[in-house]
């Protein structure tokens, strides 16, 4: 056979056709994108770095505040008057509640409201308004226990911050001279007001890097705290303490509108006590009313009445128009002046300066006044104090009314030298009697110890202040009108007084009482005044109402002072 060869099957042709501009256009498209994003780089990188390095500081730097401790306030013997105490604040992440859920269990939120003592749906309410906030206080001030037991409920979003409460271990006993903070822990009233930088101190800053899961992974800066200072007052817990009990029961024995008491040490010009009734309780946010909270010694300003009168004999003395000789006649009670008249409670008849101190007669001090210069009497009146701020830094102190005027009735000056027509504080009065006791020499209220400014200085005659000073121990004594005021074992020196208060086109029947004093008499150590304003009751004379509670607070004071009894001395006649 013939054997047939089959030919070869022709493939087809596999040639590729190159493109070159094709390629080119891709080639530029890479090499362009390329270069784009190594421009953005070095723009980024190079030209303005600090965004991305911001951005990111953003999402991982925290600063994290240090509080610092206010400052502790002692009175003179180290007793604690304000001290702070940790407490935390409640707050919450209400985005990150949303985020998590965490309102779908709703027992554990009305836990939290529960132990806060806040509604239950007003809690609720208040996160689901607030759902794009990342931070929104629930409680501030939360104790211990309360603290621990919202750690426990284990609520994401929910946290607590430290910070510090303000307690006042004397209560209302001090309310109105040491203040009350508020709570950003910053003064509100008082001491703590008028001190706030001194006990504020500064809060520290701690800067740190956080990452993504909230752990710190670098400390970057610590701003150290610096703590508030302590403040050591002149004030005497024990004495205040007496005297805040005397002023409570002086208000709750005659009804009155309220009652004030302020002891001052003599030599050195030192506040030892400084109360109000009503008063507050500085630890009870509730009881912060606004009547309750005024500091009435420094607030209030009152005609003095008789307790001024002293101060009429020394400008008469110092003046040269009387002697211890002088003998004024006070006629038969009632002295006309023009188309007015002056009138004495009781017929004192002619009577000599001590006399006149000890029956309280307004002719005779008036009369006194009408033989001197308007501007000799005001004089004295300002040089102990009367019309001027005490210095002692206080906020809501008045300056009283201190008349200047050129032109004076006879009956305006009569009035000014019993009292009337002149306008002062407790704190001003009890300066004028504190610079008596001290002889004359003007020393300046202070409420800080450690003062060593030495500013004091002479205004009243030595002698004259001193024989002054024994005219008014004789107002103590049987047949002068502050014999309440008496302490056994004690030479007192006192005045009382009673002023009508001032109203709308005259005077009110409402009165002012008060009792002015110093004691000891040989050698004056305390000042003290005692006011009960509007008492009720047919009782309404200072020596009645205001006398046994200056005799009771100033007992007090001088035992705790341990000031020895002096009635063994010879009495000034």
């Known amino acids: 056979m013939k054997k047939i060869e089959s030919s070869p099957k022709k493939q087809p042709s596999q040639s590729h056709v190159f493109i070159r501009w094709r390629f080119y256009i891709i080639l530029f498209f890479i090499f362009s994108a390329f270069a784009i994003l190594i421009g953005r780089t070095a723009y980024i990188q190079v030209v303005e770095p600090d965004n991305l390095v911001y951005q990111g500081d953003l999402r991982s730097i925290r600063a994290k505040t240090i509080p610092s401790a206010r400052g502790i306030i002692s009175d003179r013997n180290g007793e604690p008057l304000a001290v702070s105490v940790p407490v935390d604040a409640v707050w919450a992440d209400p985005a990150t509640i949303f985020k998590y859920h965490e309102l779908d269990d709703r027992n554990r939120w009305y836990a939290l409201a529960d132990v806060l003592g806040l509604d239950r749906q007003a809690l609720i309410d208040k996160i689901s308004e607030n759902k794009s906030r990342r931070f929104i206080y629930l409680q501030r001030q939360v104790n211990p226990p309360m603290a621990k037991y919202i750690r426990e409920l284990k609520l994401k979003g929910v946290g607590l911050k430290s910070e510090s409460r303000r307690y006042y271990p004397s209560g209302e006993v001090s309310a109105h001279l040491i203040g009350v903070t508020g709570i950003d822990g910053h ?30 992974v670098e400390n970057i800066a610590l701003e150290a705290k610096q703590e508030g200072k302590p403040l050591q007052l002149t004030i005497d817990q024990r004495i205040q303490a007496i005297a805040y009990r005397a002023v409570k029961q002086a208000k709750a024995d005659h009804r009155a509108t309220s009652a004030s008491a302020i002891v001052v040490d003599v030599k050195s010009g030192a506040i030892l006590a400084m109360v109000n009734a009503p008063s507050y309780n500085p630890n009870n946010r509730s009881d912060l009313q606004t009547f309750r909270m005024r500091n009435r010694v420094l607030t209030d300003a009152m005609e003095p009445g008789s307790t001024i009168k002293p101060f009429t004999e020394i400008a008469a003395l110092e003046n040269g128009v009387a002697d211890q000789n002088t003998v004024i006649d006070t006629e038969n009670g009632v002295f006309r002046i023009g188309g007015s008249r002056v009138r004495d409670v009781s017929r004192v008849g002619k009577a000599n300066l001590q006399k006149i101190l000890q029956k309280s007669s307004n002719i005779g001090v008036a009369k006194l006044a009408l033989r001197m210069p308007i501007q000799a009497l005001l004089g004295v009146y300002g040089s102990v104090g009367l019309g001027e701020l005490s210095g002692l830094n206080l906020v809501g102190e008045s300056m009283g009314i201190f008349p200047n005027r050129t032109r004076w009735s006879k009956f305006e000056i009569a009035t000014l030298a019993f009292g009337y027509g002149i306008s002062v504080t407790p704190i001003q009065l009890v300066h004028a009697y504190a610079t008596l006791g001290n002889y004359g020499v003007y020393q300046p209220l202070h409420i800080i110890e450690n003062n060593q400014q030495d500013l004091s200085k002479q205004v009243i005659d030595r002698d004259i202040a001193k024989l002054v ?43 002012v009482n008060i009792t002015a004093g110093i004691a ?14 509007e008492p009720q009751g047919d009782e309404y004379y200072g020596g ?18 341990n000031i020895a009894p002096d009635d063994n001395q010879p009495r000034s006649k």
């Not at 930088?197 to 800053?205: I, P, R, V, Y």
């Not at 004056?524 to 009960?532: D, I, K, N, Q, T």
């Not at 009645?544 to 002072?561: C, R």
């Open 469 to 511: 000073l024994g005219y008014m121990e004789t107002v103590t004594q049987p047949g002068g009108t502050a014999t309440k005021a008496a302490i056994p074992g004690y030479r007192v020196a006192a005045k009382t007084g009673t002023s009508r208060k001032a109203t709308k086109g005259g005077y009110s029947d409402e009165y």
């Open 520 to 533: 000891p008499v040989s050698d004056p150590r305390l000042a003290l005044v005692m006011v009960v304003n």
């Open 544 to 561: 009645s109402v205001a006398a046994p509670f200056f005799a009771e607070i100033m007992k007090g004071a001088l035992q705790i002072m």
């Open 187 to 216: 003064g509100l009233e008082g001491v703590e007001k008028s001190y706030d930088n001194w006990l504020s101190g500064e809060a520290g800053k701690q800067v740190i890097r956080k990452d993504r899961y909230g752990r710190v």
